[in-house]
């Protein structure tokens, strides 16, 4: 079953997370265990806060993704973009429709 991450953070250049985010798909795309893509989202109730969500083909797949060097790598670029500590979510997939 699919599985979903998402990583609210603040951030005052959301072009330069995007260019991580694609930089992340093009170098691990069929690389990364379970990796299916991702998506990011601007808040627009609160100007500056973006939400990154990243599809998993499965939970494991995304804890072993976690575990890599790339990805101990991916978040520390991300650290350096974003003000304040991230906030992280997990979720199971129960219903997909389309």
Do not use: C
């Not at 998402?6 to 690389?31: K, P």
């Amino acid at each position: 079953m699919r599985f979903t991450q998402t990583i609210a953070v603040r951030a005052s250049d959301a072009r330069a997370l995007g260019d991580m985010m694609s930089e992340w798909h093009e170098a691990e795309a069929g690389v990364a265990p379970g990796y299916l893509g991702s998506r990011l989202l601007a808040d627009r109730d609160q100007p500056g806060r973006y939400l990154v969500v990243v599809d998993f083909s499965s939970a494991e797949e995304a804890e072993e993704n976690n575990n890599r060097p790339e990805t101990q790598e991916w978040a520390g670029k991300l650290m350096a973009l974003t003000d304040g500590e991230p906030e992280f979510g997990n979720y199971d997939e129960v219903h997909k429709v389309g």
